[in-house]
């Protein structure tokens, strides 16, 4: 009975997850429409306005603000985008320094600095390495003894995270 | 030189218009995937601008049925991360000549179709 439990939580999170998946790949097709109007309509104003007005600075702060956004939605973008993407020779260097990347700009944790270091090469799904690497990034985070730093370190056939384990490849 | 800018949001439409004009080309919007095929049987264009996840037609099946119809001319697909990326990425393998992701900058609208252009 036990097992049956278990195997059905698993199921039920797995559902629940591709749900998740679903909707936010939905919500970040959706958003990019509004994205490119509010971004695109403040990179006109601005070229029309007098540099040094107020007007001129209220519509630097709101592209610069549109920007940040857009950075956030494109780091996701690409993540979802990589999920589809078939079996093939990657730098894990690269793909720990995306994950990275992605992390810092998704999850900030302030405080912790990220870090990426090293390479190797690997057949693989890029969508599944770069899910595995923000994984284990996310459990270095988790740890309450992680410090101030945490780091991917690539290695042959391996990527250790401080204080989270290792990834095999 | 001519482009046609096809999607179905107004905004984003007239906006795009808008950069390319500025930009020194001759743009012209249309709402739809059908509305376009019906303006290439009459006008020549340079290339077509297409947004992917349209109602009735998509960007992937215009693209499809404008290298039935015209081998030469470009088309660059815009995509907001479309829900349907295998889709995507198999349109560019068959012939589309770039691929703009939703949400872009004025350079990166440029840089696309210059790039496009460039390729004929």
Same mark, same amino acid.
């Given at each position: 009975v036990?097992?049956i439990e278990t195997?059905?939580?698993?199921?039920?999170?797995?559902? @629940?997850l !591709?749900?998740?998946?679903? +909707?936010t790949?939905?919500? =970040?097709?959706?958003?990019s429409?509004p #994205?490119? *109007?509010?971004?695109?309509?403040?990179?006109?104003?601005?070229a029309?306005?007098?540099?040094?007005?107020?007007?001129?600075?209220?519509l630097?702060?709101?592209h610069?603000?549109?920007?940040?956004?857009?950075?956030?939605?494109?780091?996701?973008?690409?993540?979802?985008r990589?999920?589809?993407e078939p079996?093939?020779?990657?730098?894990?260097?690269? @793909?720990? !320094?995306?994950?990275?990347? +992605?992390?810092?700009?998704v =999850?900030?944790?302030?405080?912790?600095? #990220?870090? *990426?270091?090293?390479?190797?090469?690997?057949?693989?799904?890029?969508?599944?390495?770069?899910?595995?690497?923000?994984e284990?990034l996310?459990s270095?985070?988790d740890?309450?003894?992680?410090?101030?730093r945490?780091?991917?370190?690539?290695?042959?056939?391996?990527?250790?995270?401080?204080?989270?384990?290792?990834?095999?490849? | 030189?001519?482009?046609?800018?096809?999607d179905?949001?107004?905004?984003v439409?007239?906006?795009?218009?808008?950069?390319?004009?500025?930009?020194?080309?001759?743009p012209?919007g249309?709402?739809s995937?059908?509305?376009?095929?019906?303006l290439?049987?009459?006008?020549?264009?340079?290339?077509?601008?297409?947004d992917v996840?349209?109602?009735?037609?998509?960007?992937?099946e215009?693209?499809y049925?404008?290298?039935?119809?015209?081998?030469?001319?470009?088309?660059?697909?815009?995509?907001?991360?479309?829900?349907?990326?295998?889709?995507t990425?198999?349109?560019?393998?068959?012939?589309?000549s770039?691929?703009?992701?939703k949400?872009?900058?004025?350079?990166?609208?440029?840089?696309?179709?210059?790039?496009?252009?460039?390729?004929?």
């Amino acid at each position: 009975v036990k097992i049956i439990e278990t195997v059905s939580e698993n199921a039920e999170e797995t559902l @629940a997850l !591709a749900t998740l998946g679903r +909707l936010t790949r939905g919500a =970040l097709h959706e958003i990019s429409n509004p #994205l490119v *109007a509010l971004l695109g309509s403040a990179e006109l104003a601005l070229a029309e306005a007098q540099p040094g007005t107020k007007l001129h600075a209220r519509l630097s702060l709101t592209h610069r603000t549109g920007t940040e956004i857009v950075e956030i939605v494109r780091a996701l973008q690409a993540f979802v985008r990589m999920q589809a993407e078939p079996p093939q020779t990657l730098s894990v260097g690269e @793909a720990a !320094a995306d994950a990275v990347a +992605l992390v810092s700009r998704v =999850l900030p944790a302030h405080g912790v600095e #990220l870090a *990426a270091s090293g390479d190797a090469t690997v057949v693989a799904a890029p969508g599944e390495l770069r899910r595995r690497l923000v994984e284990l990034l996310l459990s270095a985070l988790d740890d309450p003894e992680r410090g101030d730093r945490v780091e991917l370190v690539v290695g042959d056939g391996v990527v250790t995270a401080t204080g989270a384990g290792e990834l095999r490849f | 030189l001519k482009i046609l800018v096809v999607d179905d949001e107004q905004v984003v439409r007239d906006l795009t218009v808008e950069i390319l004009r500025r930009s020194g080309y001759l743009p012209q919007g249309v709402h739809s995937a059908r509305r376009a095929l019906e303006l290439l049987e009459r006008e020549p264009f340079d290339l077509v601008l297409s947004d992917v996840v349209m109602p009735e037609m998509t960007g992937v099946e215009l693209l499809y049925e404008l290298r039935a119809r015209r081998h030469d001319l470009p088309v660059v697909l815009m995509t907001g991360g479309s829900p349907e990326p295998e889709r995507t990425s198999n349109a560019v393998r068959v012939g589309a000549s770039g691929l703009l992701y939703k949400p872009f900058s004025h350079e990166e609208l440029r840089t696309a179709v210059a790039h496009a252009l460039e390729g004929r």
